[in-house]
Nanobody, 121 residues
Framework: QVQLVESGGGLVQPGGSLRLSCAASGSILSINVMGWYRQAPGKQRELVAAITSGGITNYADSVKGRFTISRDTAKNTLSLQMNSLKPEDTAVYYC???????????????WGQGTQVTVSS
């Protein structure tokens, strides 16, 4: 099994910053892609940002220039630096990872439990 644990959510005023972190643990051989999703009340879960094992990144248009995704491949950790936060960024943020288990070859795709980000004055 592979587990993802997020941290760093909270309440912040508009224009403020937060940094989310995610740590992966378990029977991991390699993680190919990691990403952050978010889900606001009454809306579908959406991909915010993703990063490959080679460091290629991709962002939703709504967060480009404000959010920065990064990862430490050796430590299996993922971060999301969120700047210039807006009320519409309010959502539960989920870490996501896909890769290979150690041992007999088998793919995994797993989610963290989510962390709440609230942007409000």
């Amino acid at each position: 099994q592979v587990q993802l644990v997020e941290s760093g959510g909270g309440l912040v005023q508009p224009g403020g910053s937060l940094r989310l972190s995610c740590a992966a643990s378990g029977s991991i051989l390699s993680i190919n892609v990691m990403g952050w999703y978010r889900q606001a009340p009454g809306k579908q879960r959406e991909l915010v940002a993703a990063i490959t094992s080679g460091g290629i990144t991709n962002y939703a248009d709504s967060v480009k220039g404000r959010f920065t995704i990064s990862r430490d491949t050796a430590k299996n950790t993922l971060s999301l630096q969120m700047n210039s936060l807006k009320p519409e960024d309010t959502a539960v943020y989920y870490c996501n990872a896909g890769g290979l288990y150690s041992g007999p070859p088998k793919f995994f795709h797993t989610w963290g439990q989510g962390t709440q980000v609230t942007v409000s004055s």
